[in-house]
């Protein structure tokens, strides 16, 4: 089956200017978190969106925001881009996870975005 | 707040060595706790979960052993191979939470 699919690869953005990434999941996964990840930081939770309703959000000013589509696809949008923005943004899609069987998320290969 | 420490943060093995990789979480919500393998320009991918229930799982060369009175968790690969070599992460969650907490990474090096 098709993975996790994330457009586009790469990016590079002025400062101030907003940027879109998307994301979309495997088929009949209707879960997707977006993480940033960065060398100092590592991993960090960005936010979940489940059936079109964004169910957890992480510690991210407000510049960051996302929405999901009916067909589970999602995007994440950044606005007024600061250099501490680039970073590598990573999608993953889950069932959700399935208790019983201990599932876990399949991440995409991410979005490289470099802010200039 | 760092919720899960991870150490160390680079690892170098010799092929056919055990390489051990070691996490702490201080939420005792926490029900879950999978470790990820990424490689350089790819996603992080699951390698093993475990759920505070059981003390250890294996799968082939991966083991997972868990202690919950000391909220501790390790990661070890026996008969570590070259293409071992990735950067590893643990994390953890709690339920009914699509929200993993991820350690800081261990970059893992198995020379040939």
């Known amino acids: 089956k098709a993975g996790v699919t994330q457009t586009p690869r790469y990016l590079i953005k002025t400062r101030g200017q907003q940027v879109t990434l998307s994301c979309s999941p495997i088929?009949?996964?209707?879960?997707v978190s977006w993480y940033q990840q960065t060398p100092g930081q590592g991993l960090q939770f960005l936010f979940e969106?489940?059936?079109?309703?964004?169910?957890n959000k992480g510690n991210f000013p407000g510049r960051f925001s996302g929405r999901q589509f009916s067909n589970s696809r999602s995007e994440m949008n950044v606005s007024t881009l600061e250099l501490g923005d680039s970073a590598l943004y990573l999608c993953?899609?889950?069932?959700?996870?399935?208790?019983?069987?201990?599932?876990?998320?399949?991440f995409g290969s991410g979005t490289r975005l470099t802010v200039v | 707040q760092q919720q899960v420490k991870q150490s160390p943060q680079s690892l170098i093995v010799q092929k056919g060595g055990i390489s051990i990789i070691n996490c702490a979480y201080e939420n005792t919500a926490f029900d879950y706790f999978p470790w990820y393998q990424q490689f350089p320009g790819k996603g992080p991918a699951l390698l093993i979960a475990i759920r505070p229930d059981v003390s250890e799982k294996k799968e082939g060369r991966f083991t997972i052993s868990f202690n919950k009175s000391a909220k501790q968790f390790s990661l070890h690969i026996m008969d570590s191979q070259p293409g071992d070599s990735a950067t590893y992460f643990c994390a953890a969650s709690k339920g009914g939470s699509e929200k993993l907490v991820f350690g800081k990474g261990t970059k893992l090096t198995v020379n040939p």
């Open positions: 993953a899609s889950s069932f959700p996870r399935d208790r019983a069987t201990i599932d876990g998320y399949t």
């Open positions: 088929s009949g996964h209707r879960s």
């Open positions: 969106y489940f059936s079109e309703t964004q169910r």
